[in-house]
């Protein structure tokens, strides 16, 4: 460890992982990198903590504490790295401490050494080779495990598992007929091959390659194709130069289980490592990937958004896939959005950023209007397949079975009938969504949330889907006891089994979170679907989401009319989104699809506009709507939230924080409002939104609102905290 000791020492300034804007001042021997992890004590603890550079301006009242140990030689990250992760923090006015420890691997913000893990083989010494074996006669154990070791070295593992006794090999040891030997392992360069034959590209396809392979100065496209386009295919072949070049392409994913197919396609392309950075990696496998991408070892690093923080030596390439995916944001701690992230990280790299989506979000939209992007489209399937027929299903007045009107019976039965495979899409899990007294109507809802119980038939549970709390079903109403409870609503389970009732012959798979819980039952499951061993597929938003159903002619969305007279503002983004999403999963191959709407408001203006003339279509008039409004991405918001168990209490830490802000005409505060959903696990929550028309306003006005706050000690008490772009406001 490089901790040379120099006559003087130097006060530098470590960002320490606390959820407190400022820098702490330790004294070290010499000047650490910048970005070098150091160990410090901390009140009576130690903490591993960043070291942003000397303290220039040190107070010669505060007497510092010695650093305790340098960790590393040079900055953790890559030096655009370095910079986006510094901009990051002061965009999202997040700590620069939880921000730093975010962007680590596990290990490393544990103190681990920034290595890869190395393997301790044991061999026989010079003495233990040529030692007699009979002299360990009365040692029948270490005779043996000598005996195996001189044929080979062996790892502990091989020792334990090949029943050798580990003291044996302590003896060995002690003898000095056995010693320890590390090993690295072995890391070659890649070399670039390519491994199946690319597709012929059609000719937008070809367009958009072209594109991106003559561009001078690199930029930001948006890959906006309709769903099997070939947005896939794109990205292949603007990898492939890209990796020619001996560089590295980072992907984002919205869940790395949920595309399966995708990742095979770029395994199968290409002959070169490929490092995926899923939740089932261990710490040390992680550390590891993260290492093969900061290295240059792993030529493709595939991962969900924190990817966005991996460090690439020689990064070439930044695609995020289906960019307008919500799971892109982070929702907690230190909230960024990975998309907007890899625009500026592409911008800090010097490198291309490929965002693909088929229902780009206006934010992106807007920029490829505005030319910030260059908007590359792809208008026409790939392949022979059509476009679905929409058809907008009036369900006023008509009786309905388990949410399936009449007239969608008569569709489905067609379609099974002609070998074909139905999508039913209804985005509620469990078997209704409220349990009710049919004499008195009494509702069971969740004490701790402003939201009835979910009911779910198999296992006769009543569950809370906001705060996960459960009990039995009762057989008797709270208020006045009858027996008459009844289920109200229909879920993915009650929709399944009423299903099996109408089409008796035909098998239904459900996909929800209740039917894929297990491991790799996701994946078994849409392997399944794709099989079409399954006539009726009933799925969540979870088969909203890139999978090919090359079966399905018909697709039905069961029950969206919530998102019309939703509060929040991007509820109908959302619908445009999800509807053209799930449609694209109709008809795929050279069949042609239908797509079902069912809707009690066959008029709104919505839903006609997205069916008659496309998500493109609407999503012109919702940019329209929100710049008269001035809503993102024409307005910038920061939303604040707090929330307390006593409401009074959250509410007055937002009048606190909403004092802070200046009263002037180009800023707006409001609030403090009720969360859409006001109480949540026994906690009260509310909302203050500031909006500003400009963006460096917004930053300017946090920049000196943050440190402030900090300092007043009634908010301490309060659990609040700040989004920057907010997307969710539930
Ligand atoms: P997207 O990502 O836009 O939904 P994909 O890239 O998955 O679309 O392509 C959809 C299907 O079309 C895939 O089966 C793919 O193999 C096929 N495909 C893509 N491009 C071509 C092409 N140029 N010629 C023939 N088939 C293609
Ligand atoms: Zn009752
Ligand atoms: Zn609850």
């Not at 960790?71 to 986006?84: I, S």
């Not at 809802?445 to 009835?452: I, S, W």
Request: charged share 20%; aromatic share 6%; with cysteine.
């Amino acid at each position: 460890m490089p901790t040379e000791s120099h006559a003087s020492t130097s006060a530098i300034r470590v960002a320490l992982p606390v959820p407190l804007f400022r820098l702490y001042s330790y004294d070290c021997d010499s000047l650490p990198a910048i970005g070098a992890r150091v160990r410090v004590p901390f009140g009576n603890r130690q903490l591993i903590g960043i070291c942003m550079g000397p303290d220039t301006d040190p107070d010669p009242a505060i007497k510092r504490k010695p650093v305790s140990a340098v960790l590393d030689e040079a900055n953790c990250w890559t030096e655009p790295l370095w910079r986006l992760l510094v901009w990051a923090a002061d965009y999202y006015q997040h700590p620069p401490g939880e921000v730093l420890q975010h962007a680590l691997p596990a290990l490393l913000r544990q103190g681990d050494a920034a290595g890869y893990q190395t393997t301790v083989h044991y061999e026989v010494t010079e003495q233990g080779r040529t030692v007699e074996l009979d002299s360990l006669k009365r040692a029948p154990q270490q005779q043996r495990l000598l005996a195996a070791l001189r044929r080979q070295s062996l790892l502990r593992r091989d020792i334990v598992s090949e029943d050798y006794s580990l003291s044996a090999l302590k003896a060995l040891q002690d003898k000095d007929l056995v010693a320890a030997v590390e090993h690295q392992p072995d890391l070659q360069q890649w070399q670039f091959s390519i491994d199946a034959e690319p597709l012929t590209l059609n000719p937008e396809q070809a367009m958009a390659v072209a594109a991106i392979g003559a561009a001078k100065q690199p930029q930001t496209y948006l890959i906006d194709g309709v769903t099997g386009s070939g947005k896939t295919e794109v990205y292949l072949q603007a990898m492939a130069d890209v990796l020619r070049r001996g560089r590295q392409v980072l992907v984002l994913v919205p869940e790395i289980g949920l595309t399966p197919q995708t990742l095979r396609r770029f395994k199968k392309r290409f002959n070169v490592p490929i490092v995926m950075l899923h939740s089932a990696l261990t710490d040390r496998e992680r550390l590891d990937a993260w290492l093969d991408a900061k290295q240059g070892h792993a030529a493709i690093v595939i991962g969900t958004r924190s990817a966005i923080f991996t460090p690439c030596q020689r990064l070439g390439m930044i695609i995020v896939d289906e960019e307008h995916d919500n799971s892109l944001k982070q929702q907690e701690g230190f909230r960024y959005h990975a998309r907007d992230l890899a625009v500026l990280r592409g911008h800090e790299e010097q490198v291309p950023v490929l965002l693909g989506s088929a229902t780009p979000s206006l934010e992106s939209l807007n920029n490829a209007m505005q030319k910030r992007y260059a908007w590359l489209r792809l208008t026409k399937r790939a392949g022979n397949a059509k476009k679905a027929q929409h058809v907008i299903l009036d369900i006023k007045s008509l009786p309905l079975k388990a949410g399936l009107s009449q007239p969608l019976i008569k569709l489905i039965q067609a379609e099974l009938e002609q070998q074909n495979q139905v999508l039913l899409f209804l985005n509620r899990r469990g078997y209704a969504p409220a349990l009710l007294c049919h004499e008195c109507g009494w509702l069971a809802t969740c004490e701790r949330c402003d939201a009835p119980y979910t009911l779910h038939q198999h296992n006769r549970l009543l569950q809370c889907h906001h705060c996960g709390s459960q009990q039995r079903v009762q057989t008797q109403c709270h208020d006045c006891g009858s027996t008459q409870l009844v289920g109200r609503g229909v879920g993915t389970e009650q929709l399944e089994s009423t299903l099996a009732e109408l089409f008796p012959e035909y098998p239904v798979l459900r996909i929800d979170r209740d039917t894929t819980r297990r491991k790799g039952s996701l994946q078994q499951h849409l392997e399944d679907a794709r099989d079409s061993k399954y006539p009726l597929l009933v799925g969540t938003q979870m088969l909203a989401k890139g999978h090919h159903f090359p079966n399905v002619t018909l697709v039905a969305l069961l029950d969206v009319d919530g998102a019309l007279f939703s509060a929040d503002f991007r509820a109908a983004e959302r619908l445009g989104q999800l509807f053209t999403q799930v449609a694209g999963r109709s008809g795929r191959a050279s069949k042609p699809g239908t797509v079902v709407l069912q809707t009690h408001h066959p008029d709104h203006e919505l839903i006609q506009d997205l069916v008659n003339n496309g998500y493109h279509h609407f999503a012109a008039s919702a940019l329209t709507e929100r710049e008269l409004t001035q809503l993102p991405p024409y307005g910038q918001m920061a939303l604040f939230r707090a929330d307390d168990i006593q409401a009074d209490t959250a509410m007055a830490a937002l009048q606190t924080i909403a004092r802070h802000f200046p009263q002037r005409d180009d800023v707006t505060v409001l609030g403090p409002l009720p969360a859409i959903m006001e109480k949540r696990a026994g906690r009260y929550r509310y909302q203050l939104i500031v909006q500003c028309h400009q963006r460096a306003l917004r930053t300017q006005l946090l920049r000196h609102v943050l440190p402030q706050l900090e300092q007043l000690p009634e908010l301490r008490r309060v659990r609040w905290s700040l989004d920057v772009d907010p997307q969710d406001f539930t």
